[in-house]
């Protein structure tokens, strides 16, 4: 072979300073690059095969990866196709700069490293963010073909020489520069290969690792072991998702789950998808168990491309409100490198998104109709998924409003549908609205929600970080309805009915007890009325107006409300007019006794709402000791 130097054609500025220095903070993807197209060389030899037009032994398939700490060097080594020296000239020195110049206008715009590299045919120049100097060693599929070698310093110069290599396949060579020295450590190959090369094709060997192996009987008879090296092959070979369903069992499902997610509980139940037009999809979802634990489980889906790791950022693909599930999703049709902008603007990323929309709706629909029961127990889990989709999907919460649960404080639950029927002739009010209570903690509002249910009122129970939210979304989807806490007001105002009571009190009388209690409260912020209500309902109700509540609520959790969450809190403090203690207080002579007594009932009222807290709860508790 003549021996050849040349230049690579680059119409600009020297490309390889810029690769160097921009992609520098992902200068690990060198490894994933050169790997996948090892992966790509030995696919195309056994695609070749198959078509008849190489006749040649195919072999066990393999790509290696050897470090040499001395010669600083790591090589990356497949049994692919190999190429010849007029190859090497138009894959590396032509097609891989075919958009350098585009390159040149694009990178200064770019938003990160992974925007550049791959969309110009960069993946193979890669290595030189982390060597000195490349060196390809390569032998083609050929009849009669001579080995090639190809070395570059990191300049626009190359090389074309004879090569060394005797078998079929690529060596690439990285002479690793002391900035990047660390990749000449095994522990972070090793990281790197587990985090992209997992699940690739084609085994992918690192060093060696050592096994025990049987080794006859010891003289009591018992199995004697010995220790063996044995190949490093840091991929799993045939991920479950490169499969057909009718192949799987859940016992498949549940091991790769595992794998995934080590630490985690088994999942409730997952979705397999797998669909080639309009676009190329396969993967598994999962649905995790999370209660209401969001905040933790965000970028646990996994994107690959033909089998190689891109990202876990994969808001842009997968929608908002499914980011809380895990598992992964593959398709070829998304770039090996991708960018943020690519996603939002590709086409076939938005019908990805819309059909793992639809899957979900599907799935979640099949489960409630085959399942109800089983749907029931996990829907403190399910819940989240359907709530969320629900304020942020339109088109999901279509399909939603057929499984979308409402749970109630006795563990009831019902469609939207059939808990309008359950409430209607209970809770409707003078202006034939249907009025739905709900309470964020059962145990703490117990007071109240059975005061509700001495009416023949129903409470939900809405203890969900989402609740808030969801709540409005339902107000404004829900005709003629209105959702309010159990503790937003007095029952007989909570559902008006429009029946007037008669008041035990003299107009006089009820501005005495007003006073009464306006003095005995020291408490900021609450706003004293003289209601007429039944005699069995609670002689002081603390409460705080449902608008204000659930602002102040929506605030908390970051909502888009701060401004309500300066603001102080209100309460209105609620005196029954028609109960026995308010005609016991004005009947009382004693000035002293009288505020003791308006005292007492308002931090009952506090206490029921758990606001009676430090030094007020001390206090009302020596008191009572002193009633007593």
Same mark, same amino acid.
């Given at each position: 072979?003549?021996? +050849? ?10 490309? $390889? ?26 696919? =195309? %030899? ?23 700490? !001395? ?10 196709? &190999? ?12 097609? %891989? ?30 290595? $030189? ?9 390569? @032998? ?28 079929? &396949? ?35 060997? $690192? ?14 008879? =018992? ?54 037009? #309009? ?42 409100? *499914? ?39 599907? =799935? ?33 919460? !279509? ?43 059962? +145990? ?16 939900? *129970?809405?203890?969900?970080? @989402? ?26 105002? *909570? ?9 035990? @009190? ?5 501005? +005495? ?17 003289? +209601? ?6 609670? #002689? ?18 970051? &909502?888009?409300?701060? $401004? ?65």
């Amino acid at each position: 072979m003549i021996q +050849e130097k040349g230049s690579i054609s680059i119409h600009t500025e020297n490309i $390889f300073p810029i690769i160097k220095k921009f992609l520098y903070s992902d200068h690990e993807i060198f490894l994933r690059e050169l790997v996948s197209n090892a992966v790509d060389a030995i696919q =195309k %030899a056994k695609r070749l095969a198959s078509l008849g037009q190489f006749s040649g032994e195919i072999g066990a398939p393999l790509v290696e990866i050897k470090l040499n700490k !001395e010669s600083k060097t790591i090589t990356i080594s497949d049994n692919g196709i &190999g190429m010849t020296a007029e190859e090497i000239k138009k894959y590396i020195n032509q097609i %891989a700069f075919s958009g350098a110049e585009e390159f040149m206008e694009k990178f200064k715009e770019a938003k990160d490293a992974s925007e550049i590299i791959g969309r110009f045919g960069l993946g193979f120049y890669s290595a $030189f963010m982390v060597a000195d100097r490349v060196e390809i060693q390569t @032998l083609s599929f050929q009849p009669g073909a001579e080995p090639a070698k190809w070395s570059c310093d990191g300049s626009t110069e190359f090389e074309i020489s004879e090569g060394s290599r005797t078998t079929r &396949g690529t060596d690439v060579i990285l002479y690793v520069n002391d900035e990047n020295k660390d990749f000449l450590e095994p522990h972070r190959i090793e990281s790197i290969l587990e985090k992209y090369a997992k699940f690739l094709p084609v085994p992918v060997q $690192f060093g060696t690792k050592t096994e025990s192996e049987p080794d006859g009987e010891d003289e009591e008879g =018992k199995p004697k072991y010995k220790s063996v090296e044995v190949p490093n092959i840091v991929n799993t070979g045939v991920p479950i998702w490169t499969k057909a369903p009718s192949e799987l069992k859940d016992e498949d499902y549940l091991n790769f789950y595992r794998e995934l997610y080590p630490m985690s509980e088994d999942p409730l139940f997952w979705i397999h998808l797998n669909v080639d037009y #309009p676009f190329h999809l396969t993967g598994v979802l999962y649905f995790p168990k999370i209660k209401n634990d969001i905040e933790l489980q965000r970028n646990k889906i996994k994107l690959y491309s033909r089998q190689v790791f891109i990202t876990d950022e994969v808001k842009d693909i997968v929608p908002e409100f *499914l980011m809380l599930l895990h598992g992964v999703i593959d398709s070829p049709d998304i770039p090996l490198n991708v960018s943020r902008s690519f996603l939002q603007s590709d086409g076939n990323v938005k019908k990805i998104n819309t059909y793992i929309t639809k899957k979900v709706a599907d =799935k979640l629909a099949e489960l409630f109709k085959n399942d109800r029961k089983s749907y029931e127990e996990k829907w403190n889990d399910i819940g989240v998924f359907v709530k969320y989709g629900a304020i942020s999907e339109p088109k999901f919460w !279509e399909r939603a409003k057929d499984f979308v649960l409402l749970g109630n404080t006795k563990k009831e639950f019902y469609t939207l549908n059939e808990y309008k029927d359950k409430v209607t002739p209970a809770q409707k009010d003078k202006d034939d609205n249907l009025v739905y209570l709900y309470t964020p903690n059962a +145990e703490r509002q117990d007071g109240y929600i059975q005061a509700a249910n001495k009416k023949g009122y129903d409470v939900l *129970l809405m203890d969900s970080p @989402l609740d808030n939210h969801f709540i409005s979304h339902l107000e404004r989807d829900l005709e003629k309805t209105q959702i309010k806490r159990v503790d937003a007001d007095v029952l007989e105002k *909570l559902i008006d009915k429009g029946e007037t009571l008669s008041s035990n @009190l003299s107009e006089e009388q009820t501005k +005495e007890i007003k006073e009464v209690f306006e003095k005995a409260i020291t408490k900021p912020g609450m706003d004293v009325s003289v +209601e007429t209500l039944s005699a069995e309902a609670m #002689p002081v109700t603390v409460t705080m107006d449902e608008f204000m509540r659930r602002m102040k609520d929506m605030a908390a959790m970051g &909502g888009g409300m701060s $401004f309500y969450g300066t603001l102080p809190d209100k309460y209105k403090v609620a005196i029954n007019a028609n109960h026995p203690l308010a005609t016991k207080i004005l009947a009382e002579t004693n000035a002293d006794a009288r505020q003791a007594l308006a005292r007492q009932a308002f931090d009952l009222a506090l206490l029921a709402q758990g606001m009676l807290t430090g030094a007020d709860l001390t206090s009302f508790v020596e008191r009572s000791v002193k009633m007593i």
